[in-house]
């Protein structure tokens, strides 16, 4: 994993948890299991989760609590996921939005 | 399921006010869309001022755990973690969706304790991957242990950006300035001071004129303000960072309390539209309560002692505690109250308040 995982600090422990493999973009990552997906995707150093529907704007995270939608993804084919609260399972596959993301009914 | 009391957000006023009604025989359920009770005391890694017995001087992530740990111990609370409030419906029900599917639980009262959310600034490019809220910033290496990035613009000098400021650099993070458009620091001088000691610049009288990058940020230009809040032309500085962090003020969560038909009114020293209540904190909807910061952007220890008070007027309500016991009561909690608001910092949120009063005090008198 990358530089951004914090190993050391001077109040927090983070406990260790287990590594799980997901995909994105159909390319595999590893993130720990349980936490957001989006944090697992920054950690990996991707940041743009989402295009904006009118002018396909590069989209991350803003809140990062389930407020403001600005991180909605497809996982495992269904969209508007919220990236920042849905947790990371092992073989998720995760994908970039554009818009409103494919129908439902389509599948 | 009925309950007595339905309470709608299980941060610092919400769980104050579940506790304090479960103590005097409420039958409580707490309704949140978070795995874990706290609100943003999860993040919080400062120690709190104010006083001894409201957790002055403990750590927030500590002040949380100690409240959880007490509503989870307290056989008069029903906990829905991982849970979303849909909806309010005027049969005193809440729909919910929680890890079991969509639900309906109903109360005989309610208190929205549902908190706030970040406010956005315009400046080109403030819409790019990279631009953070601050709250955002604080969960993902507070909670998370990830780094938002290695170089840092704060936008906002207030407690938050102040605070946020220092446990980046605890987590290993440049901050290469902290910009305020006013013209002296918002926050705390005790924050302030922390922060400058770590060689952080604070620079009042500037703001952020545009973020720059193609997919993510890669880097910000700064410049100084005039009186009317313009920039002046030539004053730019361009920094190198790849994260730009807002900390300009949060504005209440009121969606559910609009939705329930709750009389809300906008006032501009509590971050936008609050609710109106009394000094119970009973919503013009008999019934309706609301505390912490969706009843008007405070902090944590007067959003405690708010969810006390709603807590236990709920009680009385309800006739589990004789009125002049609660009175006695909520009285002493009022005083400290006031106390806690009553220094200069806090001269806002007074006359805040005091446009509430009058309002509730004119319709009385209508």
């Known amino acids: 994993m990358t530089g951004l995982r914090i190993e050391e600090h001077p109040v927090l422990d983070f406990p260790k948890r287990k590594k799980v493999k997901f995909f994105f973009e159909g390319k595999e990552m590893e993130g720990y299991e349980g936490e957001p997906i989006a944090a697992a995707l920054h950690a990996a150093g991707v940041k743009v989760l989402h295009h904006s529907l009118k002018l396909g ?10 407020n403001c939608s600005s991180c909605l993804m497809i996982v495992d084919g269904v969209p508007n996921v919220r990236a920042c609260t849905e947790k990371l399972r092992e073989g998720m ?10 129908s439902l009914a389509a599948r | 399921m009925e309950y007595e009391l339905v309470v709608v957000g299980g941060g610092p006023a919400g769980l104050s006010g579940a506790l304090k009604a479960a103590q005097n025989g409420v039958r409580v359920a ?10 943003q ?20 992530i500590e002040i949380g755990r100690r409240l959880r740990n007490a509503v ?49 600034i315009l400046f080109p490019g403030n819409d790019l991957p990279g ?118 003020g949060l504005t209440p969560l009121g969606d559910l309390l609009w939705q329930a038909g709750v009389s809300m009114t906008y006032v501009p020293e509590l971050g936008g539209f609050v609710p109106i209540y009394d000094e119970n904190m009973e919503t013009e909807r008999p019934g309706i309560f609301v505390a912490g ?12 002692l708010c969810g006390e008070i709603a807590g236990l007027a709920v009680a009385a309500k309800l006739g589990k505690i004789p009125r002049h016991r609660f009175e006695e009561e909520r009285n002493v909690l009022a005083r400290e109250l006031a106390a806690l608001r009553s220094g200069p910092l ?9 446009r509430i009063r009058a309002l509730v005090q004119g319709r009385r008198g209508s």
């Not at chain 2, 989870?72 to 849909?86: K, M, S």
């Not at chain 2, 960072?241 to 900390?247: G, K, P, S, T």
């Open chain 2, 131 to 248: 631009v953070y809220g601050a709250g955002a910033v604080q969960t993902l290496m507070n909670v998370y242990g990830v780094r938002p990035g290695r170089s840092v613009l704060m936008v906002g000098s207030g407690n938050i950006g102040l605070i946020v400021s220092y446990q980046l650099r605890q987590a290993g993070v440049a901050v290469r300035a902290i910009v305020e458009a006013l013209p002296q620091i918002g926050g705390y001088a005790v924050h302030a001071s922390k922060v400058r000691r770590l060689g952080i610049p604070i620079l009042t009288r500037h703001s952020i004129k545009e973020a720059h990058g193609k997919e993510c940020v890669e880097g910000a230009t700064i410049w100084e303000l005039d009186d009317k809040f313009r920039g002046i032309p030539g004053t730019e500085k361009d920094l190198d960072v790849d994260v730009i962090c807002l900390a300009t």
């Open chain 1, 57 to 66: 704007r590069p989209r991350g995270f803003f809140c990062a609590i389930g």
């Open chain 1, 93 to 102: 596959r995760v994908e970039r939005q554009v818009g409103r993301g494919p």
């Open chain 2, 72 to 120: 989870l111990a307290q056989p008069h609370i029903t906990v829905f973690t991982g849970t979303e409030a849909l909806g309010y419906y005027p049969d005193n029900s809440l729909l919910i969706e929680g890890p079991s599917g969509v639900s309906r639980i109903t109360g005989k009262t309610f208190l929205f304790a549902t908190g706030a959310q970040e406010r956005m």
């Open chain 2, 293 to 304: 910061d969706a009843a008007g952007i405070e902090e944590a220890s007067t959003a405690m």
């Open chain 2, 30 to 39: 707490i309704v949140d869309r978070q795995e874990e009770l706290g609100g």
């Open chain 2, 346 to 354: 806090s001269s806002k949120v007074r006359t805040g308040y005091e």
């Open chain 2, 41 to 60: 005391l999860v993040k919080q890694t400062h120690k709190f001022f104010g006083w001894s017995r409201r957790g002055a001087g403990i750590r927030g």
